[in-house]
């Protein structure tokens, strides 16, 4: 019976000091918490790119948008295949960027060195054999297309 009581005790306690000085749902500090309590526009703009990817398509993407394409046979965190970012297991070598057939990039999560090996990939030039079609879904949103 002891051991009950104490045990309801903690319970109680726990969710009183959580709901006093915590940030959970029932805390006056709720809404100073890190968590969107809304859906901003940068998620349906977000969620608008990954659409427009076909479900067979090999993907590199920004870290955030990643894993909501993971269900593809071949899905790279950009700038991955093209250089080496938090890649393999002692000495794994690249996959082949011939392989990608999109890169879907957030410019809020992504670097300036690989927004501008984005850039230098999707802008066609004279001796490229790789083009790319540039799709701008909103400010910091793009997607690119390889179409050869």
Do not use: C, M
């Not at 006093?20 to 940068?42: A, C, D, K, M, T």
């Not at 001796?127 to 909103?138: F, G, H, Q």
């Amino acid at each position: 019976a002891v051991q009950r009581l104490l045990t309801i005790w903690v319970v109680i306690a726990a969710i009183a000091s959580g709901s006093v000085w915590g940030i959970n749902r029932f805390s006056p500090e709720y809404r100073r918490g890190f968590w969107p309590l809304v859906q901003s526009e940068e998620i349906a703009d977000l969620q608008r790119a990954v659409k427009l990817i076909p479900e067979d398509s090999s993907v590199a993407a920004s870290y955030l948008i990643a894993p909501h394409l993971t269900h593809r046979e071949l899905i790279y965190t950009f700038p991955n295949p093209w250089q080496e970012s938090n890649w393999g297991i002692g000495g794994d070598h690249q996959h082949d960027p011939e392989k990608v057939d999109f890169i879907i990039i957030d410019t809020r999560v992504t670097s300036a060195d690989a927004q501008q090996l984005f850039s230098s990939i999707v802008e066609p030039t004279d001796t490229d054999a790789d083009r790319w079609s540039l799709v701008k879904i909103s400010e910091n949103v793009f997607i690119a297309e390889r179409l050869n």
